[in-house]
């Protein structure tokens, strides 16, 4: 079974930083594109950056570039999000989603098969 666990969410202020996880299990990871996904209250949810596995190639959604970085730790099976500079227009709750790499696009889309419950981070002004 395919679970996703994010983590790391909490409460920052304006120019803070955070790193979110999502640690995997139940499958080959080097199988699979892992991304995080944000939504925040009355908004659809969007993709934020996603990371292809087996050969690391990594897409960032325009609002977050330079800021955010995404990673993976392959002995953990763990994908991380460090973000800096954290804006208040960053308040969301954080979605990890993963898809067979055969699926994916090279962007993050929302259509990914398997989803972890989310973490909230909000960020004060």
């Known amino acids: 079974e395919v679970q996703l666990q994010a983590s790391g969410g909490g409460l920052v202020q304006a120019g803070g930083s955070l790193r979110l996880s999502c640690a995997a299990s139940g499958f080959t990871f080097d199988d699979f594109a892992i991304g995080w996904f944000r939504q925040a209250p009355g908004k659809e949810r969007e993709g934020v950056s996603c990371?292809?596995?087996?050969?690391?190639?990594?897409y960032y959604a325009d609002s977050v570039k330079g800021r955010l970085t995404i990673s993976s730790d392959n002995a953990k099976n763990t994908v991380y999000l460090q973000m800096n500079t954290l804006k208040p227009e960053d308040t969301a709750v954080y979605y990890c989603?993963?898809?067979?790499?055969?699926?994916?696009?090279?962007?993050?889309?929302?259509?990914?098969?398997?989803w972890g419950k989310g973490t909230q981070v909000t960020v004060s002004s």
């Open positions: 989603a993963a898809d067979l790499i055969g699926s994916y696009s090279g962007r993050c889309t929302v259509g990914m098969a398997y």
């Open positions: 990371i292809s596995i087996s050969d690391g190639s990594t």
